[in-house]
Nanobody, 128 residues
Framework: VQLQASGGGLVQSGGSLRISCVAS????????MAWFRQAPGKEREFVAA????????YYTDSVKGRFAISRDRAKNTAALQMNILKPEDTAVYYC??????????????????????WGQGTQVTVSS
C-alpha cells in the first residue's frame, strides 16, 4: 500500500491551497480516506475524512466552512481544498486510509488508531 501526498507549500494568511493524495495497493470502497495534520510540538489531529463509496464528509470544527475534502474514484485520489487559511493551519498534513474492519461500522472516525495506512506528509505553511 502506498499513499503519496502532494501540493503543500507556503501561502499567505487568507489564501488557498489544495493538497492531494493518491492511493495504490488498497481497496478503498469500504473505507474512509482522511487528512490529519501535525504542528511542531503538538499531537497529530484529525482534519477531515470522506467515505469512499458514498462521498459522505466529516470535518473537525476548526476547519468547517473553510476546507473541503473530495475524492476522484477513477484516480484513487483524495484532495483537500483549503481556503481562508490561517497561521494556525500550519502543519504537516498526512493522508490516511482507515481500517476496513473499523470502517464497517464507524464512518468519519477522528481517531488516529482507526487508520491503517499513512502517507509521508506534505508541509503547509501559512504566513501572517
Amino acid at each position: 500500500v502506498q499513499l503519496q501526498a502532494s501540493g503543500g507549500g507556503l501561502v499567505q494568511s487568507g489564501g488557498s491551497l489544495r493538497i492531494s493524495c493518491v492511493a495504490s495497493g488498497v481497496t478503498l470502497s469500504n473505507r474512509d480516506m482522511a487528512w490529519f495534520r501535525q504542528a511542531p510540538g503538538k499531537e497529530r489531529e484529525f482534519v477531515a475524512a470522506i467515505r469512499w463509496s458514498q462521498g459522505s464528509t466529516y470535518y473537525t470544527d476548526s476547519v468547517k466552512g473553510r476546507f473541503a475534502i473530495s475524492r476522484d474514484r477513477a484516480k484513487n485520489t483524495a484532495a483537500l481544498q483549503m481556503n481562508i487559511l490561517k497561521p494556525e493551519d500550519t502543519a504537516v498534513y498526512y493522508c490516511a486510509v482507515g481500517s476496513s474492519k473499523i470502517m464497517s461500522y464507524y464512518m468519519g472516525s477522528p481517531r488516529k488508531d482507526d487508520y491503517s495506512y499513512w502517507g509521508q506528509g506534505t508541509q503547509v505553511t501559512v504566513s501572517s
